[in-house]
């Protein structure tokens, strides 16, 4: 955690002194770290978003307006969530001085409507997985990157770390995507009272740091990490090997839909078809079944057909897990108990 927060406070975070900061992160979740262990010692004040406020606008606006937050710290899918509310988006613009992000995709349509709406604000993305204490890498999104076909960066490296990526394949672009495997102080010993599966993916570098499996499919280019997908959500269908987040991806830059989840559904462990989940921008709603043929006919358009999801389902918007992440273990469970 001091190898974490001394790396998170010297970059991201030297002029915040004074300044409240908002944290969204449950204390079961390491993004709180950032709120106490970088933020607090810094000399600002943390207020917390608890439960009920996540899920209630007028709860949540009112105490926007009391503590007007300088610091915002959340999933990427939360702060979607909340800049639904037109009231939260006057609250905060002219306060929020520094947004960051960890724990999930960070889209470029919610970066780039964060940049036009908070002029001034820095907008960090960070990531991580629990297992090396909240995040190994973080960098500023600056309106450069969001040129087309260019992907958001992860970040450069925390001072103390050695990575291996164990080549996957090559992409088009001629990076080599593989498993990422992290060496840190920042990694921990182990799971708590299971041998057997510490084993399985930590272990002890050549120079004898604490080494982990992330089981995350990144590439670096110009010393910046990018995040391709979960090595599980790589997945074989019909034989061909597919990335649910390209899949993902390819769908928001459709420009009629707003937020999107593809989860692979299973029969006896062998994936039979992709279902995508998805919630459209304001004035798109139309009958669902024009607008499936829609949606898999632009697709179609950008990759190949086995790529192209079978079933659409429409929806208000996604569901988040108490961390604020997406959750896609119920959106699969639902579509799993429709299937049978
Ligand atoms: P958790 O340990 O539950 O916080 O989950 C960590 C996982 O979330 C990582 O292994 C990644 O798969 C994902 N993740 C975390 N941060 C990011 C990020 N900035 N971009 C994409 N995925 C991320």
Same mark, same amino acid.
């Given at each position: %955690?001091?190898?974490?927060? $001394? ?45 009920? %406020? ?7 606006? =009112? ?11 959340? $999933?990427?899918?939360? *702060?979607?969530?909340? *800049? ?5 988006? =006057? ?5 929020? =001085? ?12 919610? !970066? ?18 629990t297992?090396?204490?909240? !995040? ?10 969001? %040129? ?71 590439? *670096? ?21 597919? =990335? ?10 459709l ?22 989940f ?38 208000d ?7 604020g992440?997406?959750?896609?273990? %119920?959106?699969?469970?639902g ?6």
């Open positions: %955690m001091v190898n974490f927060s $001394t790396w998170f406070s010297k970059y991201f975070s030297p002029y915040m002194i004074n300044k409240a900061t908002i944290n969204q992160a449950p204390y079961s979740f390491d993004l709180s770290v950032i709120g106490l262990y970088v933020c607090l010692p810094l000399g600002n004040y943390l207020v917390n978003i608890d439960k009920e %406020m996540s899920s209630n606008f007028t709860l949540l606006d =009112e105490y926007i307006e009391k503590c007007k937050p300088n610091i915002w710290i959340s $999933t990427p899918s939360f *702060m979607k969530m909340c *800049m639904y509310d037109q009231q939260f988006l =006057e609250l905060t613009r002219s306060s929020i =001085e520094e947004i960051i992000f960890d724990g999930e995709v960070l889209t470029k349509d919610l !970066a780039k409507d964060l940049l036009v709406w908070y002029k001034n604000a820095k907008l960090i993305n960070a990531y991580g997985p297992e090396a204490t909240v !995040a190994i890498s973080a960098c500023e999104i600056t309106a450069e990157m969001l %040129m087309p076909d260019q992907e958001l960066p992860i970040g450069y490296l925390i001072d103390d770390g050695e990575i291996e990526i164990k080549q996957d394949y090559v992409s088009e672009l001629g990076d080599v995507v593989g498993e990422l495997y992290i060496s840190s102080h920042s990694v921990a010993r182990g799971y708590y009272n299971s041998s057997s599966e510490t084993e399985k993916v930590f272990s002890t570098d050549t120079c004898g740091l604490r080494r982990y499996n992330t089981g995350d499919l990144v590439y *670096m280019r110009d010393g910046l990490l990018y995040y391709v997908g979960r090595k599980d959500f790589q997945i074989k269908l019909n034989g061909y090997r597919i =990335e649910v987040n390209d899949i993902e991806a390819n769908l928001q830059k420009d009629y839909i707003s937020s999107n989840c593809v989860v692979p559904v299973k029969e006896n462990n062998k994936v039979i078809f992709l279902c995508a998805v919630v459209l921008c304001d004035g798109q709603k139309e009958n669902d079944l024009k607008m499936s043929i829609r949606i898999k006919h632009d697709l179609a358009h950008k990759l190949p057909a086995y790529m192209v999801p079978k079933k659409i389902i429409f929806m918007e996604l569901p988040l897990n108490i961390n992440k997406i959750d896609r273990k %119920m959106l699969l469970e579509i799993n108990s429709d299937h049978k």
